[in-house]
């Protein structure tokens, strides 16, 4: 990877921010804080006359962290209860506590729903109340999705001879067993071997195998972008049980599963 590919690479990860954890220690899945924030964001839409800024996503406490049951992906947080934060600007013609469960509610709502994260609370400090003529587009939209790369299929490391062959064999067995999966849109990759390694690496795979696949003993690394259609968890969950199936191994092979995008309805 050139030193170019390489300082982008680490810009867009940095942009997309932390990987948040989705459902328990054994799922294996997280989700890009750049994707979950925009799925919370909008959520508050149908609350008149909020907007919600500064959002932010962390353990509510460290100690209730649980190690992951596979190899966690780079800058992933552990499993384990969350809360959020947040800065709320509130309609002045509304009594200020009613707007604020109104938005922790559909917070709750949707961090649950539609998304499988184990969000415990959610902390607002309101910032600043609204004129009635000021709030018609006041509405929360969260980071936007769009600034991550689409792909359509995945890139291996290109390893030399019949073992190189055997690896790309394995990947394309799990891009299609993926993509087949309800809920996932396409491939998105965005995570590489440049963002967990010091020495140059591969381009960047929506679909990554570490260890060897024809003996069955082997780390995966999925990287989706999903359709709004199921829960994000229940997706990611599917993707890699499928992932597992297709390398015919599946007591043997770890899955980590990453949702970089999550299209909007």
Same mark, same amino acid.
């Given at each position: 990877m050139t030193a170019e590919?390489?300082?982008?690479?680490?810009?867009?990860?940095?942009?997309?921010?932390?990987?948040?954890?989705?459902?328990?220690?054994? @799922?294996?899945?997280?989700?890009?804080?750049? %994707? /979950?924030?925009?799925?919370?964001g909008r959520s508050v839409r149908p609350v008149p006359g909020v907007r919600l800024s500064a959002m932010r996503v962390e353990l509510s406490s460290p100690r209730a962290a649980?190690?992951?049951?596979?190899?966690?992906?780079?800058?992933a947080m552990p499993p384990g209860p969350l809360t959020l934060t947040a800065e709320l600007a509130a309609p002045a013609d509304r009594p200020v506590p009613a707007a604020a @469960?109104?938005?922790?509610?559909?917070?709750? %709502? /949707?961090a649950e729903q539609e998304l499988g994260l184990a969000l415990e609370s959610v902390d607002l400090r309101v910032t600043e109340l609204v004129e009635a003529e000021s709030t018609g587009s006041a509405q929360a939209g969260g980071p936007k999705p769009e600034g991550v790369p689409h792909a359509e299929e995945a890139r291996e490391s290109g390893s030399a001879g019949s073992a190189g062959a055997a690896h790309r064999a394995a990947v394309d067995r799990v891009t299609r067993a993926v993509l087949a999966v309800e809920g996932v849109a396409r491939l998105v990759p965005v995570l590489g071997p440049a963002l967990s390694r010091v020495a140059a690496g591969a381009a960047v795979s929506a679909v990554q195998i570490e260890g060897d696949p024809e003996e069955g003993r082997c780390h995966v690394l999925l990287q989706l972008g999903l359709s709004p259609t199921r829960r994000a968890l229940d997706t990611a969950r599917a993707a890699g049980a499928a992932a597992r199936d297709a390398l015919g191994a599946s007591g043997k092979v770890t899955v980590a599963v990453v949702v970089t995008a999550i299209d909007r309805v």
């Open positions: 590919r390489l300082t982008q690479a680490v810009r867009q990860q940095l942009g997309l921010g932390r990987l948040l954890p989705l459902g328990e220690a054994s @799922d294996g899945a997280w989700v890009t804080e750049e %994707a /979950a924030l925009a799925v919370l649980v190690e992951p049951a596979v190899p966690p992906p780079p800058s @469960d109104d938005v922790r509610r559909a917070l709750l %709502a /949707a």
